[in-house]
């Protein structure tokens, strides 16, 4: 077994966390766990969606505290489980190099909190978290497009309501699009403005596509992926005058 592996190190973290990630430590080393010692970053992605998409689904059914609790320990797990398995193959980061890089991000992304920038709007957070992203990558102002780091693998219609906020918020798209109206064909299954009926009637008219998909031997999330592929070239393409 690694020497270090039953070894608290200096820590940021708290004592309960630690237990945690010493249990996954031990776990994963030489001695351990037979299934948790062969396990991989990519081998574990799976379960990382997985947990997470029970953790989602506990927050959406307004479960017992304890039962949400329980499945955002089943996603911390996964946190202490990669952060275990590099440290024991040597790949420079461990639970406290993770943990100590986020809190300097975080402070350093939030100078409305954190410095003197005193308060800031919604929309001129955005617009600081752009050039902050931009100056912690190197890289020149404004030289960010406005689609860039969205990651290509996201599920796809999750990936088209980040493309369409993007292309809103640098103003690509008008603000105002989407927004009901009276000639909208969907405007009688989308309902009153209120958020509620709205998800209701836009979830309604979703899976009415998603049978329709269906009867035309159709995959609904290749179909929303390259539409949302369609639509940022456009977009961008306009923009650069092409």
């Known amino acids: 077994m690694d020497a270090g592996a039953d070894r608290p190190s200096q820590t940021l973290l708290s004592d309960p966390l630690r237990a945690a990630f010493d249990t996954v430590r031990r776990m994963v080393n030489e001695g351990g766990c ?6 991989t970053h990519e081998s574990l992605t799976k379960y990382l969606v997985e947990e997470t998409s029970e953790l989602i689904d506990a927050i959406e059914r307004e479960l017992p505290a304890d039962e949400v609790r329980g499945e955002l320990g089943d996603v911390l797990y996964q946190v202490l489980f990669h952060a275990a398995i590099a440290e024991r193959d040597g790949e420079g980061y ?5 943990a100590a890089h986020l809190n300097e991000k975080l402070i350093a992304r939030h100078p409305h909190v954190f410095g003197d920038r005193g308060y800031m709007t919604v929309e001129e957070l955005h617009a600081e978290w752009e050039r902050l992203k ?3 990558a190197g890289e020149q102002r ?22 369409v906020e993007r292309l809103k918020r640098a103003k690509l798209v008008h603000p105002t699009a989407g927004e009901r109206t009276p000639e909208d064909p969907l405007a009688a299954a989308i309902g009153p403005r209120e ?6 009637g836009i979830g309604d008219a979703m899976i009415a596509l998603v049978l329709r998909a269906n009867a035309a031997g159709v995959d609904p999330e290749r179909a929303l992926r390259l539409a949302t592929n369609r639509l940022s070239e456009r977009v961008i393409a306009n923009e650069n005058g092409v």
Do not use: C, F, Y
């Open 34 to 39: 037979a299934w948790h010692a062969v396990q």
């Open 94 to 98: 461990d639970l406290d190099s993770v």
């Open 134 to 136: 931009e100056d912690a």
């Open 142 to 163: 404004g030289s960010r497009g406005p689609l860039d780091g969205i990651p290509d693998g996201m599920p796809a219609l999750a990936r088209a309501a980040k493309v």
């Open 195 to 200: 958020t509620a009926m709205a998800e209701v």
